[in-house]
């Protein structure tokens, strides 16, 4: 473990552990040089004895030197200090996946798809490099505090499953997303990485893995045997069509699934269209499961080395004595010869064996070191040299020349290209596109336009330029895209008919539509949606009004109920005198506490009282008051 404090290399301070994995740790490092936060992924001491662990853990680097994506965590360089193998990554500053999952369940559909689109769009990029990741799960998925998703350890794993086979409890953060052709002893392959990434959205819209089990054999079972369950959120409503990308990349048959990552994600751009919620169920032909058996390993006994008690001893008699020491000057002759030559050959297997430096030009500096470490020479130093015919960032030369024969292990030094002369980029945003095509044109750079909706920049501007401002570059032949503005964004107003009133308010927030609620009588469900004011499909930008009407449940219904009022006569005076009544009643409209209607009687009079009732009121209630005191009350229904 390195200690906070410590320099790889005299460039990468470490800061502190941020992470721990079957293979390797992860630490926290600014790079002294650049002045920025990396993390180093350090290969754990156990494999560093592993020759072949080392050459693929080189080679996976390599690897991923060759991928550029925004959605795949950047590979800066790698090295070896004091027998520490390292890979140098952007740093994420955010949390795995699989704790974002742990925090919040399962997520509304809305954002499942924004971060399932980020992964495959990553995932197919990847692919069309050749590279199949092989592991693909959540732990192996970084979400930064803005919600951008990058994903890691491209291939990594591929050294842990060649060397490492029994170490169950690695292999169990695997095993809940492998495929089923996997489980069953197959080949790594696109659909592999495809099923993997069905499971994926399968637990971000339910906040679990569909298969679980007690080992990874049972796990592994399931996923080639069991049927996936249903993709279900008791709290939102799932889309058919989304429900479908999961099945249709989970299905058992590989021939089922989607063809490529690209296929996938054009179906998840237009799954929540409003066309297609409520499309047909995706069902696959079917799968034969069949398990195979393997037949044991037969062993056979090693015959037991006898003791010394069992050896005969054979006697000798005197002549044999005789002529045994005869030969003895002989003997030691032949012993002396044979000590000379056994230490000759271990002297001559024990020195270094000479090997060819390769040719390592036009390769970037990450590249060289691995190429070099394979072939077992390492890098002291690294000289920038100016040079207009190989690249800025890659191998001029090395010293010794290539094709040189050296010692194993012998130090090499790079000389690497630090370009032509560089010119230092403006800053063109906010300003026009022709404005900054025809300055960069002029000169020497290649420029690519690329359009985009802003909410802030006027269209026909530019957002943002891929060569950041005030940064020297090699201005001849040199690509620059430029991201223009197309106006501010629009959005296709969904159909909210039957949301929940919090799906309806979450709608309209991810949306930036100002909501506004009413309420009215209806025969649907209460608090949902029964009308809106956009019509599904319409164009809208951010920021526009919206109001949407829920529904209070069934309309009221009148009960009328006939009451008689007795006449109180007075005892004190034999005069007649009329009766002061007051009448209270509760029903959806009025409350008990307030009068409903008064009168006065000199006889018993019989009165109608009407109630308005309703399936949240579904009982009414009346008073009757005659001078200030109660006479009667009841209920109706």
Same mark, same amino acid.
């Given at each position: 473990?390195?200690?906070?404090?410590?320099?790889?290399?005299?460039?990468?301070?470490?800061?502190?552990?941020?992470?721990?994995?079957?293979?390797?740790?992860?630490?926290?490092?600014?790079?002294?040089?650049?002045?920025?936060?990396?993390?180093?992924?350090?290969?754990?001491?156990?494999?560093?004895?592993?020759?072949?662990?080392?050459?693929?853990?080189?080679?996976?680097?390599?690897?991923?030197?060759?991928?550029? !994506?925004?959605?795949?965590?950047? +590979?800066?360089?790698?090295?070896?200090?004091?027998?520490?193998?390292?890979?140098?990554?952007?740093?994420?500053?955010?949390?795995?996946?699989?704790?974002?999952?742990?925090?919040?369940?399962?997520?509304?559909?809305?954002?499942?798809?924004?971060?399932?689109?980020?992964?495959?769009?990553?995932?197919?990029?990847?692919?069309?490099?050749?590279?199949?990741?092989?592991? *693909?799960?959540?732990?192996?998925?970084?979400?930064?505090?803005?919600?951008?998703?990058?994903?890691?350890?491209?291939?990594?794993?591929?050294?842990?499953?060649?060397?490492?086979?029994?170490?169950?409890?690695?292999?169990?953060?695997?095993?809940?997303?492998?495929?089923?052709?996997?489980?069953?002893?197959?080949?790594?392959?696109?659909?592999?990485?495809?099923?993997?990434?069905?499971?994926?959205?399968?637990?971000?819209?339910?906040?679990?893995?569909?298969?679980?089990?007690?080992?990874?054999?049972?796990?592994?079972?399931? !996923?080639?045997?069991?049927?996936?369950?249903?993709?279900?959120?008791?709290?939102?409503?799932?889309?058919?069509?989304?429900?479908?990308? +999961?099945?249709?990349?989970?299905?058992?048959? @590989?021939?089922?699934?989607?063809?490529?990552?690209?296929?996938?994600?054009?179906?998840?751009?237009?799954?929540?269209?409003?066309?297609?919620?409520?499309?047909?169920?995706?069902?696959?032909?079917?799968?034969?499961?069949?398990?195979?058996?393997?037949?044991?390993?037969?062993?056979?006994? *090693?015959?037991?080395?006898?003791?010394?008690?069992?050896?005969?001893?054979?006697?000798?008699?005197?002549?044999?004595?005789?002529?045994?020491?005869?030969?003895? @000057?002989?003997?030691?002759?032949?012993?002396?010869?044979?000590?000379?030559?056994?230490?000759?050959?271990?002297?001559?297997?024990?020195?270094?064996?000479? +090997?060819?430096?390769?040719?390592?030009?036009?390769?970037?500096?990450?590249?060289?070191?691995?190429?070099?470490?394979?072939?077992?020479?390492?890098?002291?130093?690294?000289?920038?040299?100016?040079?207009?015919?190989?690249?800025?960032?890659?191998?001029?030369?090395?010293?010794?020349?290539?094709?040189?024969?050296?010692?194993?292990?012998?130090?090499?030094?790079?000389?690497?290209?630090?370009?032509?002369?560089?010119?230092?980029?403006?800053?063109?945003?906010?300003?026009?596109?022709?404005?900054?095509?025809?300055?960069?044109?002029?000169?020497?750079?290649?420029?690519?336009?690329?359009?985009?909706?802003?909410?802030?920049?006027?269209?026909?501007?530019?957002?943002?330029?891929?060569?950041?401002?005030?940064?020297?570059?090699?201005?001849?032949?040199?690509?620059? $895209?430029?991201?223009?503005?197309?106006?501010?964004?629009?959005?296709?107003?969904?159909?909210?008919?039957?949301?929940?009133?919090?799906?309806?308010?979450?709608?309209?927030?991810?949306?930036?539509?100002?909501? $506004?609620?009413?309420?009215?009588?209806?025969?649907?469900?209460?608090?949902?949606?029964?009308?809106?004011?956009?019509?599904?499909?319409?164009?809208?930008?951010?920021?526009?009004?919206?109001?949407? +009407?829920?529904?209070?449940?069934?309309?009221? !219904?009148?009960?009328?109920?006939?009451?008689?009022?007795?006449?109180?006569?007075?005892?004190?005076?034999?005069?007649?005198?009329?009766?002061?009544?007051?009448?209270?009643?509760?029903?959806?409209?009025?409350?008990?506490?307030?009068?409903?209607?008064?009168?006065?009687?000199?006889?018993?009079?019989?009165?109608?009282?009407?109630?308005?009732?309703?399936?949240?009121?579904?009982?009414?209630?009346?008073?009757?008051?005659?001078?200030?005191?109660?006479? $009667?009350?009841?209920?109706?229904?």
């Amino acid at each position: 473990m390195l200690e906070a404090g410590k320099t790889l290399n005299g460039r990468y301070k470490i800061q502190s552990l941020i992470g721990t994995g079957g293979m390797a740790a992860v630490y926290l490092a600014n790079d002294l040089i650049l002045d920025r936060l990396v993390a180093i992924k350090v290969l754990r001491l156990d494999f560093r004895q592993n020759d072949d662990a080392m050459r693929r853990f080189r080679r996976e680097a390599l690897s991923a030197t060759q991928l550029t !994506h925004p959605n795949i965590v950047g +590979v800066y360089d790698v090295g070896q200090s004091q027998e520490m193998n390292y890979i140098v990554m952007e740093y994420v500053e955010g949390t795995d996946l699989k704790d974002y999952i742990r925090q919040r369940g399962a997520l509304h559909p809305i954002e499942a798809v924004r971060i399932m689109m980020q992964i495959v769009s990553a995932i197919a990029a990847a692919h069309q490099n050749r590279i199949i990741h092989r592991d *693909i799960k959540p732990q192996n998925i970084l979400i930064d505090r803005e919600g951008n998703v990058k994903i890691t350890d491209f291939g990594i794993a591929v050294a842990l499953s060649d060397t490492s086979l029994t170490q169950t409890n690695t292999l169990l953060g695997s095993v809940h997303y492998l495929s089923p052709e996997q489980a069953r002893g197959g080949m790594a392959t696109i659909q592999t990485d495809v099923y993997a990434l069905g499971i994926v959205l399968y637990e971000l819209l339910t906040g679990r893995v569909p298969f679980d089990g007690e080992s990874a054999v049972s796990i592994a079972l399931k !996923h080639f045997q069991e049927p996936l369950p249903p993709v279900m959120n008791p709290s939102v409503m799932i889309p058919q069509s989304l429900e479908n990308i +999961v099945l249709k990349a989970t299905a058992k048959d @590989p021939m089922n699934r989607y063809r490529s990552c690209y296929e996938m994600f054009q179906d998840l751009k237009t799954c929540l269209d409003s066309t297609r919620l409520y499309e047909k169920k995706f069902v696959p032909t079917s799968f034969s499961g069949e398990t195979k058996v393997l037949s044991p390993i037969t062993t056979q006994k *090693i015959k037991p080395i006898q003791s010394s008690r069992e050896i005969p001893i054979v006697e000798m008699d005197e002549e044999k004595t005789v002529k045994k020491k005869r030969r003895w @000057p002989w003997v030691a002759l032949l012993l002396t010869i044979s000590i000379v030559g056994i230490m000759a050959f271990l002297f001559f297997k024990t020195s270094p064996k000479e +090997v060819q430096v390769p040719d390592v030009t036009n390769l970037t500096e990450a590249a060289a070191k691995i190429k070099l470490a394979d072939a077992k020479l390492s890098v002291t130093d690294v000289i920038q040299v100016q040079s207009d015919e190989v690249e800025s960032g890659k191998v001029i030369e090395t010293n010794p020349k290539a094709g040189s024969t050296v010692k194993e292990k012998s130090k090499v030094t790079l000389k690497v290209s630090s370009g032509k002369e560089a010119v230092t980029m403006k800053d063109y945003r906010n300003k026009t596109y022709e404005t900054a095509r025809d300055e960069l044109k002029k000169l020497g750079f290649t420029v690519e336009r690329k359009d985009e909706n802003s909410d802030s920049v006027e269209s026909g501007k530019v957002i943002s330029q891929s060569i950041a401002p005030n940064q020297k570059v090699e201005g001849k032949d040199t690509l620059i $895209t430029l991201v223009v503005s197309k106006g501010e964004n629009s959005i296709k107003m969904a159909n909210l008919k039957g949301y929940t009133r919090e799906g309806a308010i979450e709608y309209a927030s991810a949306n930036n539509l100002n909501l $506004t609620i009413t309420e009215e009588e209806n025969d649907a469900t209460v608090d949902t949606v029964i009308s809106q004011s956009i019509r599904e499909g319409l164009e809208i930008k951010k920021g526009t009004p919206l109001t949407i +009407v829920l529904s209070k449940g069934k309309k009221a !219904h009148t009960v009328t109920k006939q009451i008689v009022i007795p006449y109180q006569k007075s005892t004190n005076n034999s005069n007649r005198k009329a009766n002061k009544i007051s009448i209270y009643i509760e029903d959806s409209v009025n409350q008990l506490q307030n009068v409903y209607n008064t009168l006065e009687i000199s006889e018993d009079t019989s009165v109608n009282l009407t109630f308005s009732l309703t399936n949240t009121q579904p009982t009414g209630k009346y008073k009757i008051v005659s001078d200030g005191k109660e006479i $009667t009350s009841g209920t109706v229904q």
